[in-house]
């Protein structure tokens, strides 16, 4: 599985971007969003399982960002709005092997990585 992140870039604060994840190669597997700001570990954002059923987020995202999946398109989205500057940092999509509604909110979980997306966010 190869995964492809997109839709980064600069946005005032209260602003919105929607990240985009494109997925190639085999379906079958739940995908998670994960961010790393400068000097800081990498923390879950949000994940979908492939059913789509189950959707867990980060509680500092709750209510901003909304994880959706196309599964004609391979693609999975990360639709954040308003904005804030402690938002910003590399945002990683992910892929875990899991069918159904399983879906993990740890890292190690997964088992494939995109190369990430630079969200900054202005205050």
């Known amino acids: 599985v190869q995964l492809q992140a997109s839709g980064g870039g600069l946005v005032q604060a209260g602003g919105s971007l929607r990240l985009s994840c494109a997925a190639s190669?085999?379906?079958?597997?739940?995908m998670g969003w994960f961010r790393q700001a400068p000097g800081k570990e990498r923390e879950f954002v949000a994940a979908?399982?492939?059913?789509?059923?189950?959707?867990p987020y980060a509680d500092s995202v709750k209510g901003r960002f909304t994880i959706s999946r196309d599964k004609a398109k391979n693609t999975v989205y990360l639709q954040m709005t308003s904005l804030k500057p402690e938002d910003m940092a590399v945002y990683y999509c992910?892929?875990?092997?899991?069918?159904?509604?399983?879906?993990?909110?740890?890292?190690?979980?997964?088992?494939?990585w995109g190369q990430g997306t630079l969200v900054t966010v202005s205050s």
């Open positions: 992910a892929a875990q092997d899991s069918y159904g509604s399983y879906v993990s909110t740890v890292a190690f979980s997964y088992n494939y």
């Open positions: 190669g085999r379906t079958g597997y739940a």
């Open positions: 979908i399982s492939w059913s789509g059923l189950n959707t």
